[in-house]
């Protein structure tokens, strides 16, 4: 039995490992931020380089996860619901990726008074990311355990636009130069979508829930 | 095996990859659409137990056809065969989802009809009940099995992948269990014309295996069944399987496998000596419509989802296939013999000679008819059906049914008893010592009717070391067709009277 279902588990395994790489790459993109508004700026370009050694590895396995879906045609009823779930939650580690990168580039002046509402929004988009991971983990093993998650990610959504409504008020009500203000919105601009696209995933995932259920 | 011969099994032949052709949707449909099997694999996997489940557990439903109506004559078993093939076909391309068994009864009734023969209303009602019953069971079990199904994989949490592999192996293995089951009883409708008529000899291999006639014609119409699958299944699934089994791969397994249970059930004659042997009603041995057992199935499985997926229409749409086949095949059956009778010249029946004899009459009074009229015709013999019938008809006092009860008990059926090699007859239902030595006793006695063979084993009366019964008694009623057709001798040594 162990034999007959050997590719099974090499898929299986695959899955876990690349949910696993978002997950681990929001840490890195929190520790990342924090080096940098710390100032510590070499620690912030190793993480920076490891979260796109991790945006690479993912991308290979999601390709290798999909041609094995597709060539060994696994789970054909879901295989469409899995392929465009694992997608969109690619897009969640590009996103968290390019943000890091954009620091590196673009360099960013966070005045102190936002430093900590900026920790913290980041630390709610994170948290969207992780139970998006975790919703779609519970899609292949618990159905009835998906809806927690997706609450869970509404819920932090919601926090993350209100936490980016008043640093962007914070800004614009502060003496900084307005390119200085326009540049701190983008920044709280990008954090906030790491939230928006794993609500958009959650979405998708609902409705494949929705199908299994038919 | 002569030229003619063959053409006339041909359209046996020709049944059987009608059959192949439409039932392959019933075995592997939902996992061949559902892209969870490959097509050819599910094909040489069905091809192959079709083969294995016709050849070898074949029997049992074959005798309930014979006993519907015995075509003994091989031009009306082709006729017969024909029509029930070129219905079939038709409805195929028609798109209907019909039912082989149920064309066959309607071809059997029109011979029936036409010959004049008694249709057996007692292996009619048996067959009607099963065309209730066979769907309300396949609908109980799929419930069950969905249900049993559901809970364990939500309990057991199993991961999606996982469900999958396991889904793909189990679709494999019932749609070989569904494919032997179909094999099995279904063959009786492609070859079952043809066993009273079988043109093939015993073939000894080894001291131990005998490969008999039957199970050689059956193997032929497995064949045929087979090509039916290779050559045209994979059009019917894309074509009438896309309309029906839209459904999961894992409520397309529920289906399958409540369907080949089903199916085995009204095939298995060890299933029926067990029942038997533990004082358990059983169930009749009937060639089923795999197609009634998976829309039964289909329909279980969507009540234990609460009514989801299920399509009045397309089910409306099944029903009415279930009328028709029956009624396009006798009308054809009907039209083709009189054809074949009056323009080709071939006889579709055998001439059967008719004897009314004491014994006949006590037979039918047994069976409720009062027989105080016809004791005058003690003694007296027919020479066909219609002379019995018209001279029973002419006394005004016998409904349709009383008189097919004569035409069945009178007619003339030479049987000898054999004792040598009795003990194995029966197939897996093995005749007891006390049976056999029993059956010595009466070796190379001759009957006439199998009524009088039925007074003579009842007047034999056996002991063990328990109790003491007739050997009639003792005789299951699988065991008595069994015995009755392996005593019974081919028209050329028909004693004379």
């Known amino acids: 039995m162990a034999l007959l279902f050997k590719k099974t588990h090499l898929v299986e395994s695959q899955i876990d490992e690349y949910l696993d790489l978002i997950v681990q790459g929001g840490i890195v993109f929190k520790e990342g931020v924090r080096f940098y508004l710390e100032g510590r700026m070499e620690e912030f370009e190793e993480r920076l380089a490891i979260l796109r050694d991790m945006e690479n590895n993912a991308d290979t396995l999601r390709r290798t996860i999909e041609s094995q879906l597709y060539l060994r045609t696994l789970i054909p009823e879901s295989r469409g619901d899995v392929l465009g779930l694992l997608e969109s939650a690619d897009r969640v580690l590009n996103i968290i990726t390019d943000t890091l990168l954009e620091f590196s580039v673009e360099i960013p002046v966070i005045p102190a008074n936002v430093r900590r509402p900026f920790q913290d929004l980041i630390e709610f988009s994170i948290n969207c990311s992780d139970h998006t991971v975790g919703g779609i983990r519970a899609y292949f093993r618990n159905l009835e355990a998906v809806r927690d998650h997706i609450n869970k990610v509404q819920l932090y959504r919601r926090e993350t636009n209100r936490m980016a409504e008043n640093i962007k008020r914070t800004i614009f009500r502060s003496r900084m130069t307005l390119s200085k203000k326009i540049h701190v919105r983008y920044f709280s601009y990008h954090i906030e979508r790491i939230a928006e ?11 494949a829930v929705i199908k299994k259920y038919e | ?12 032949i020709f049944l059987g990859w009608s059959l192949g052709a439409n039932h392959a949707v019933n075995v592997f449909g939902t996992a061949v659409m559902s892209k969870m099997v490959r097509y050819r694999v599910a094909a040489v996997v069905a091809g192959i137990f079709v083969v294995l489940g ?14 519907l109506g015995a075509v003994n004559a091989m031009a009306g078993s082709f006729t017969v065969s024909l029509a029930v093939g070129i219905a079939v076909a038709w409805m195929t391309k028609l798109k209907l989802p019909v039912s082989t068994s149920q064309a066959i009864v309607g071809g059997v009734i029109g011979w029936n009809l036409f010959t ?10 048996k067959i009607l009940g099963t065309w209730v019953t066979s769907p309300l069971l396949a609908a109980a079990f799929a419930f069950v099995l969905f249900k049993a199904i559901e809970w364990l994989v939500k309990r057991a949490r199993v991961h999606m992948l ?22 099995a ?16 000899n015993d073939i000894a291999v080894g001291s131990v295996l005998t490969f008999t006639g039957t199970q050689q014609l059956f193997l032929i119409g497995g064949v045929a069944i087979a090509v039916g699958i290779f050559t045209y299944g994979q059009h019917v699934m894309v074509t009438v399987g896309s309309d029906l089994y839209r459904i999961t791969p894992l409520s397309g397994f529920v289906v399958v496998l409540a369907e080949s249970i089903v199916l085995f059930l009204f095939s298995s004659v060890w299933l029926e000596g067990l029942l038997r042997s533990m004082h358990l009603p059983t169930l009749p041995l009937v060639p089923l419509s795999s197609t009634q057992a998976v829309i039964g199935a289909v329909v279980g499985v969507g009540l234990a989802k609460h009514g989801r997926g299920i399509n009045l229409q397309v089910l409306g749409k099944i029903a009415a296939g279930w009328v028709i086949a029956p009624i396009a095949a006798f009308l054809m059956a009907f039209v083709m013999l009189f054809f074949v ?7 579709v029946i055998a001439d059967s000679q008719y004897n009314v004899t004491a014994s006949v009459l006590k037979a039918v009074a047994t069976e409720g008819v009062n027989i105080d009229e016809v004791k005058p015709l003690v003694g007296k013999n027919f020479s066909s059906a219609t002379q019995l019938r018209n001279t029973l008809e002419g006394l005004d006092r016998f409904s349709k049914a009383e008189v097919s009860v004569f035409l069945r008990l009178a007619k003339i059926d030479s049987l000898v008893v054999d004792s040598v090699g009795t003990a194995s007859v029966a197939g897996d239902q093995a005749l007891a010592p006390a049976q056999v030595r029993a059956l010595k006793r009466m070796h190379g006695k001759v009957f006439l009717h199998p009524c009088d063979m039925e007074f003579a084993f009842s007047a034999a009366v056996i002991r063990t070391d328990s109790s003491s019964s007739t050997l009639w008694e003792s005789l299951s009623p699988e065991q008595r067709i069994a015995l009755t057709d392996a005593f019974r001798v081919r028209s050329s040594i028909v004693p004379k009277m």
């Open chain 2, 162 to 183: 996982e469900v999958d592999a396991y889904t793909r192996t189990g679709l494999l293995v019932v749609g070989a269990l569904a494919s032997y089951t179909l094999g």
């Open chain 2, 54 to 67: 016709a050849v070898f557990g074949g029997a049992g439903t074959t005798r309930t056809i014979n006993q």
């Open chain 1, 197 to 207: 696209q794993s609500d958009d995933v959650c979405d998708r995932l609902a409705i």
């Open chain 2, 1 to 12: 095996m002569s030229a003619v011969t063959l053409f006339f099994i041909s359209s046996g």
């Open chain 2, 116 to 125: 004049g023969s008694p249709t057996d209303g007692e292996a009619i009602m």
């Open chain 2, 341 to 347: 009778q009056n323009v080709f010249e071939q006889p």
């Open chain 2, 185 to 200: 009883n279904n063959i009786a409708n492609v070859m079952g014309l043809f066993v009273s008529a079988t043109p093939f």
